[in-house]
């Protein structure tokens, strides 16, 4: 019998919580400022309570006093779901001219009356810290991103955490979307894994199921409670499973996981994987953001 280890996110957090505190004394000192766009949902101020935390951890600033006030003139907000286009882009514009701000940050997914690539494309490259600048995209292709997705930096840390040598196997990610699917399949690429994208077209066409059967690392990015079954996982896979559902009051991820532990030799948990590495991985974007400005 081989290994069958559940990745500890919350482990892998503080690790790299505390390499920032040694290694970015200098920066953490000067308190970068982080600015959260967040939205009146469940799912929104849970994601934001946990970056509060995260950054306080670090003295990295989010500008919300300690009675709770927001003002986006001086800190990070919340803001109604029926928030229209002009008043996310004047939060965003104000953010970029003000240069006490070093990184900015909106949850997604955004309202549907907001178009996400405009506001994307108007966050300042250089404050953009979860990666969706076009030009922050274009680097990521190039293998020259200084700042890439929180959530995909997330993913390749728990990957790294197992020790495996990527190069050569098969890795495959389920999922396409812009912040996560794709750029996690950019650095897998960059790894030399042999990397498989599937996607709601691989779904419908009835050959999910075979690729999953053939990843040495599997990536679910989906958010559909159980479409990977486990009795489709390899034997000594690795299987990271980024989905966040709720069913029955309980957070799930996509992969039934009781099963899928018994093929595994490594698979993160849904919640207490992904999600703790991917916070940190904001506050370390926010710490490279802040040196990049400074250069
Ligand atoms: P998303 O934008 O909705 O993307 C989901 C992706 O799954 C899309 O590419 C979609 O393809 C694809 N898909 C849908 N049905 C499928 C199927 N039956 N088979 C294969 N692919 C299918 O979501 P996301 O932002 O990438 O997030 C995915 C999940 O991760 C969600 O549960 C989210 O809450 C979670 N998440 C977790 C973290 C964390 O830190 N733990 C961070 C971000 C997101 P089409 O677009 O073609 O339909």
Sequence with gaps: MGTHQVLDGRKIAERIKQTLLKEETAV????????????????????????????????I???VDKSGRESYKTGSVSCPWNIPQ?????????????PSVHGIFVHQPMPVQIDAQRVSALIDPRKDVEGIHPANCARRFFAKA????????????????????????????????????????????????TTTICHVG???????ESHVRQADVLVVAVGKPQLIKGSWIKSGAIVIDVGINVVNK??????????ALKRAAYISPVP??????????????TVEAFKWQRR
């Design 250 to 259: 309980r957070v799930v991820g996509d992969v039934e996981f009781d099963e």
């Design 202 to 208: 691989t779904d419908r066409a009835g050959r999910l």
């Design 86 to 98: 002009p008043e996310v882009e004047r939060i965003i514009q104000w953010w970029n001219d003000d």
């Design 146 to 193: 200084r700042i890439g997705s929180c959530t995909a930096l997330a993913v390749m840390e728990l990957i790294e955490s197992t020790g495996v040598a990527l190069e050569g196997k098969e890795a495959v990610v389920v999922g396409h979307s812009e912040i996560v699917g794709r750029p996690v399949s950019m650095l897998l690429l960059d790894k030399l894994a």
């Design 272 to 285: 207490g994987g992904v999600g703790p590495v991917t916070v940190m991985m904001v506050m370390k974007n």
């Design 61 to 63: 600033g989010t500008g």
């Design 28 to 59: 953490l000192r000067a308190h970068p400022q982080l600015r959260v766009l967040y939205f009146d949902t469940t799912a929104s101020q849970v994601y934001w309570q946990a970056q509060r935390v995260a950054a306080a951890a670090l003295e």
